[in-house]
């Protein structure tokens, strides 16, 4: 396969829950991908956190065994992305310095290269008016864990123009996965609903009034959720999550979505879930 004459890969910023997960799907794939993080301490297990990845996917038969893996490259900074063909970046959850990698990004790439964010809740036209060249900025909001979910949030911003549409199909193609185009603005459709249920529920035990397990057994048993809000909680990391609830609270003024006390004691206590070991439930090794 190649894309104006150029053999395709992909440059993923980030290399925490998502960008790990969204380079074991990508390489899966077998397209190469350039995973860059400033962290050095996150770069020198990346490798092996991909592979752990890898190795779960095919258990599952949710990637192909046949076939080649792509290519897996790591960096230091976004120089080394400057022959992708497709930038995705997922960086922590902070509209500041999401702003600041995306002209870095735009400033290594080629011209009309799509720049796409994986942001759960930032607004795409709000980083698109501090980064150059808005027009190839869109945003693709994979979910966790992006080998096994084939379904994917797109959102055009204002600004996005048809060029970065057009590769974001050619992507999502390449990666067997389907989109759904939404309209922007914070938390889009799936974080404006699933964040705030999970803050929900969060309070719910704060409150007293149900335990843990209990509110997961519900949501499971009488709602036919796959998986509770409270684990969903651990699996997306609590820190993300209170994260992303802050951007959704400071731009909607939803008194809901008012970071849940539980959670934010959770962050402070380094219980972030399923990546520190210990969160609404134990993992094992911390
Ligand atoms: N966790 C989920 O379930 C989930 C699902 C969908 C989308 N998202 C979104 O994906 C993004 C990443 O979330 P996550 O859960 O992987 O976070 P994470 O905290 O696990 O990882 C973030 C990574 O970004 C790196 N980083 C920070 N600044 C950087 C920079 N300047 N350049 C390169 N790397 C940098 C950090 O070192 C870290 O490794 C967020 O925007 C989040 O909202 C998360």
């Known amino acids: 396969m190649t894309r104006n004459g150029r053999t395709p890969s992909v440059a ?6 998502m960008g790990v997960g969204i380079t074991a799907l990508v390489v899966g794939r077998g397209l190469p991908v350039t995973l860059v993080d400033v ?8 490798r092996k956190r991909v592979r752990d990845e890898l190795r779960m996917a095919h258990m599952m038969g949710a990637l192909p065994r046949r076939g080649p893996a792509g290519e897996l490259s790591l960096a230091g900074s976004a120089v080394a992305a400057a022959d992708a063909t497709w930038a995705i970046e997922a960086i922590t959850e902070d509209a500041e310095l999401k702003a600041k990698v995306h002209r870095e990004i735009a400033a290594a790439v080629a011209p009309g290269t799509p720049r796409i964010t994986n942001t759960s809740s930032i607004p795409v036209d709000e980083l698109a008016g501090q ?9 693709v909001h994979f979910m966790n864990p992006p080998y096994l979910i084939g379904t994917l949030e797109v959102i055009r911003g204002p600004r996005t123009g048809e060029r970065a549409m057009s590769a974001v199909r050619d992507l999502l193609t390449a990666l067997d996965r389907k989109g759904i185009v939404v309209g922007d603005g914070p938390g889009f459709v799936t974080s404006r609903v699933l964040h705030r249920m999970i803050n929900d529920a969060a309070n719910v035990v704060a409150e007293g009034r149900a335990t843990v397990e209990d509110v997961d057994a519900l949501m499971e048993g009488c709602l036919g959720h796959p998986t509770g809000p409270l684990r969903t909680a651990d699996l997306i990391g609590i820190d993300n999550l209170v994260d992303s609830l802050t951007v959704l609270y400071e731009r909607t003024g939803d008194e809901g979505c008012r970071p849940s006390e539980l959670l934010l004691r959770k962050v402070a206590d380094g219980d972030h879930g399923r990546k520190t070991g210990r969160g609404f439930y134990e993992y094992g090794t911390r």
Request: hydrophobic share 50%; charged share 15%; net charge negative.
């Open 39 to 46: 962290d050095q301490a996150r770069l020198e297990t990346a």
């Open 131 to 139: 980064v150059p060249a808005p027009v190839d900025l869109v945003g």
């Open 12 to 17: 993923v910023f980030g290399a925490g829950v």
